[in-house]
Every structure is written in structure tokens, then in C-alpha cells.
Nanobody
Framework: QVHLVESGGGLVQAGGSLRLSCEAS????????MGWFRQAPGKEREFVAG????????YYTDAVKGRFTISRDNPKNTVYLQMNSLKPEDTAVYYC??????????????????WGQGTQVTVSS
């Protein structure tokens, strides 16, 4: 059974940084693309960043380009999201998931119809 456990969220002032982690278990994800998503209250879940299995293809939504960095450690089955220069509009619950495929235009297709509990990120102004 696949499990995705997100961690690293918290309360931070605008301009601050956080590093999110997503630890996957139940199978090896070293050959699978991974992505980070976020959902703010009253809004739909948004595809924030994606990374191919080899890290050769990376996607960021325009709102986070230049501020967020996605990376992965395949032997540890872990994906990271380094978030710098945080803004109040980054406040959301952040989730990771495995991707069947994704494109640099923001297209994505989930590998699993499963979501972890997410990690709350709150940015105060």
C-alpha cells in the first residue's frame, strides 16, 4: 500500500523560508515523477511543482518561480520543496503525489488517486 507523508510546514513570517519533505513508502518511487500541490481555503488544489524521476525535467507554476525549488533523493524515496521569500498568498495545505506524467505547461496526470494528510503552511504578513 502506498503512503505519502508530508512534513515541514509551519507558521512563518512573510519573507521567510520553509523546507517541506514528502516521504513515500509502499514501493520504490525512484522511477516515478513526483509533484507538490497546494490547496488554500475555498480554492481548488493547485499543481505547484513537478520533478521527473531523473530530475531532468522540472515544472513550477508561475506564482512560485524563482522562490521555490523542488528536489528529490531517490534512495530515500523522498521529495523536497524548498520555499523561500514566502508570501501570505502561499498559505495553504501542501501535498505531494506521484505523477503518471506532467508537462512544463502545467499539465499533469496523477499516478494514484490517493492523498496524504498534507502539511499546513501559514505565512503571516
Amino acid at each position: 500500500q502506498v503512503h505519502l507523508v508530508e512534513s515541514g510546514g509551519g507558521l512563518v513570517q512573510a519573507g521567510g523560508s520553509l523546507r517541506l519533505s514528502c516521504e513515500a513508502s509502499g514501493r520504490s518511487f525512484s522511477s516515478v515523477a513526483m509533484g507538490w500541490f497546494r490547496q488554500a481555503p475555498g480554492k481548488e488544489r493547485e499543481f505547484v511543482a513537478g520533478i521527473s524521476w531523473s530530475a531532468s525535467i522540472i515544472y513550477y507554476t508561475d506564482a512560485v518561480k524563482g522562490r521555490f525549488t523542488i528536489s528529490r533523493d531517490n534512495p530515500k524515496n523522498t521529495v523536497y520543496l524548498q520555499m523561500n521569500s514566502l508570501k501570505p498568498e502561499d498559505t495553504a495545505v501542501y501535498y505531494c503525489n506521484a505523477l503518471e506524467r506532467f508537462g512544463t505547461n502545467g499539465f499533469y496526470e496523477l499516478l494514484y488517486d490517493y492523498w496524504g494528510q498534507g502539511t499546513q503552511v501559514t505565512v503571516s504578513s
